[in-house]
């Protein structure tokens, strides 16, 4: 029922409840752009509406061009615009290749050091805390010699992410014996839900980050960078601008990782592929 509502957002006259101007939506595409680096395609206009009626419904304005107003004044608001307008789809061990070799990267780190790795696409969790799953299988401890930043735009997944509890369905793919190990069930937590155990949690630090702001609360050495399926949503100038603040970030023999539809041969003076979505710096030597 609230899917159908949001979905139409309709009238009994059949028409919308809200004016969505064709200048509406150019100027929200604008925002989101120079906010977020989000390219909204003139196709999202329905999405756009179905997701924005709601903050219009709770903030009390009449039509679109009155909450573009209320966000040009009220910088409170763009926290909610932006978690209105991202898409966080995601699921454990997605892409699953990625985890086998950067298991096998980790192994054949031959010196004692903290291992460290970026993900910057963390959404409700599942991509970072497979990235602590993997350490700890790679290590064969719970608590392998490794550090996961975990940040995203969205701060209302985060917080979800922070708190670690999946229902059955988030982890229905993963082996039994998997689950129990790194998993558990009880004590505050409804029937059919999981929380992920502290020995992982302590392995992750979660923080907001705009990859569009100047200042990143990331420091390098990193050996790893997570960034999958963002980059699809921003057009090739800022694509290769992050990649290049990527670089000073990433040790020579790291690796960044992609997402299965995106590619990054316009950026071949900074980072070269090895194949399968897994790229490294162009000044490192060999793979």
């Known amino acids: ?15 919308r409840e809200f004016e969505l101007t064709q200048a509406d939506f150019e100027r929200i595409r604008k925002l989101i752009y120079d906010h977020a680096g989000i390219v909204l395609s003139p196709a999202k206009q329905d999405m756009v509406y179905s997701r924005l009626a709601r ?13 573009i107003v209320r966000l040009e004044r009220d910088r409170t608001e763009w926290e909610t615009f932006v978690n209105s307008l991202t898409t966080n789809l995601t699921s454990f061990f997605r892409e699953a290749h990625h985890f086998d070799i950067l298991a096998e990267r980790m192994r054949r780190v031959a010196e004692r050091r903290t291992l460290r790795i970026w993900c910057n696409a963390a959404s409700t969790g599942e991509e970072p805390y497979s990235l602590a799953i993997t350490a700890c299988e790679a290590f064969n401890t719970l608590s392998p010699p490794v550090q996961i930043i975990a940040s995203d735009i969205d701060t209302s997944v985060l917080a979800h992410a922070e708190r670690g509890v999946y229902r059955e369905d988030r982890v229905a793919r993963m082996a039994p014996e998997m689950l129990r190990r790194y998993f558990e069930q009880g004590a505050g937590l409804a029937a059919g839900e999981h929380r992920v155990r502290p020995e992982l949690k302590r392995l992750l630090s979660f923080r907001r980050i705009n990859l569009l702001d100047p200042v990143w609360s990331v420091q390098g050495p990193l050996d790893a960078i997570f960034c999958r399926n963002v980059m699809i949503y921003f057009d090739k100038t800022t694509q ?25 041969m316009h950026a071949g003076d900074l980072f070269r592929s090895t194949g399968r979505t897994v790229y490294q710096r162009t000044d490192a030597n060999g793979s």
Do not use: N, T, W
Not at 1 to 15: I, V
Not at 57 to 67: E, K, N
Not at 253 to 259: H, K, N, R, S, T
């Open 1 to 15: 029922m609230a899917a159908a509502a949001a979905a139409s957002a309709l009238s009994a006259s059949g028409e």
């Open 55 to 67: 903050r219009l419904r709770a903030c009390g304005d009449r039509s679109f061009a009155q909450y």
């Open 240 to 264: 290769y601008g992050i990649l290049k603040r990527f670089v000073p970030l990433l040790r020579k023999d790291g690796a960044l990782f992609a997402g299965h539809s995106e590619s990054f």
